[in-house]
């Protein structure tokens, strides 16, 4: 099986956002709340729907995802991008034309899908508009994502590491009783960026990681190859602990990247 090197994106906050309907206590707004997989936006009416927004000024664009919806096999999107509204309504700059919303088609138990879009150059673009069609019932997903894409020039470690942080505890008491305090089990990736040199980090990891900090959410697709495995290869999390290249004693750089994710 091919894989792919992976591909980093900081997601970008909205100007606006609308949408065709929402239902009750599920506005589109929430699919800007890229700190709240809580939040979601639930479309207020069966058959197609769109979302339309706008960037804060023109921005380069060359990924978009929609993020743990309730997609089913036959659900369908489609990218518009262009300078305004009437554009993305019409014949847009860019349009990626309609295409599965799973892809590759795969069943998840918990029934939460994420899209996965790229466009082969970054389109500069300050509107946006996406449809949602071959869907059966209300469509709801939590978090939209759009950018520009970050990607090493190498592969990463073999040492990487896939697992689980819980939130919640547990023990037995004295008394052989098992006390537990509730909460979720987040996924954990760790993994490190070997052999960088000077002008990668300093062109596209140096400026990630001084946004990020450990507060600031990030997309990762893990391996970006079209397998049935790539759902679970992709996280949406915080930097578990600051950003940092390691000088190392070939000219260059290393990078250990720690990611809890909320998906």
């Known amino acids: 099986m091919a894989i792919r090197k992976p591909i980093f994106v900081m997601p970008l906050a909205f100007a606006s956002l609308t949408s065709d309907s929402n239902a009750s206590g599920h506005p589109v707004d929430s699919l800007g709340e890229h700190k709240a997989l809580g939040l979601t936006w639930k479309s207020g009416a069966y058959g197609d729907h769109w979302i339309r927004g706008q960037f804060d000024r023109p921005r380069a ?12 096999l036959g ?39 994420h899209s ?14 996406i449809d949602i069609t071959g869907h059966s019932g209300p469509f709801e997903a939590s978090m939209l994502v759009m950018g520009q894409k ?3 020039s190498r592969f990463y470690n073999w040492d990487r590491e896939f697992g689980v942080k819980d939130m919640g505890s547990g023990d037995f008491t004295p008394w052989g009783v098992f006390n ?12 490190t960026l070997g052999w960088q040199t000077e002008t990668e980090f300093e062109d596209r990891f140096r400026p990630m990681i001084e946004q990020l900090g ?3 959410p990030l997309y990762l697709v893990f391996d970006p190859e079209p397998h049935a495995a790539r759902q679970a290869k ?8 600051p950003g940092f290249a390691r000088g190392t004693r070939r ?6 990247f720690s990611i809890l994710s909320m998906i």
């Open 116 to 129: 996965h879009l790229e466009l082969p150059a970054p389109v500069t673009a300050s509107a946006f508009r």
């Open 180 to 191: 537990e305090q509730p909460g979720v089990i987040m996924r954990t990736i760790d993994f």
């Open 251 to 256: 000219p260059g750089f290393t990078q250990d």
């Open 214 to 216: 450990t507060r600031r």
């Open 75 to 113: 659900t369908q999107v489609r990218l518009r991008l262009g300078s305004t509204m009437a554009q993305v309504d019409g014949t847009a700059p860019h349009d990626s034309g309609t295409l599965p919303f799973i892809s590759p088609a795969i069943e998840r138990e918990d029934g939460l899908y």
């Open 61 to 72: 664009i060359d990924f978009c995802a929609l993020v743990s919806a309730n997609a089913e």
């Open 150 to 152: 970050i990607e090493p």
């Open 234 to 241: 992709t996280y949406m999390g915080v930097l578990s602990k």
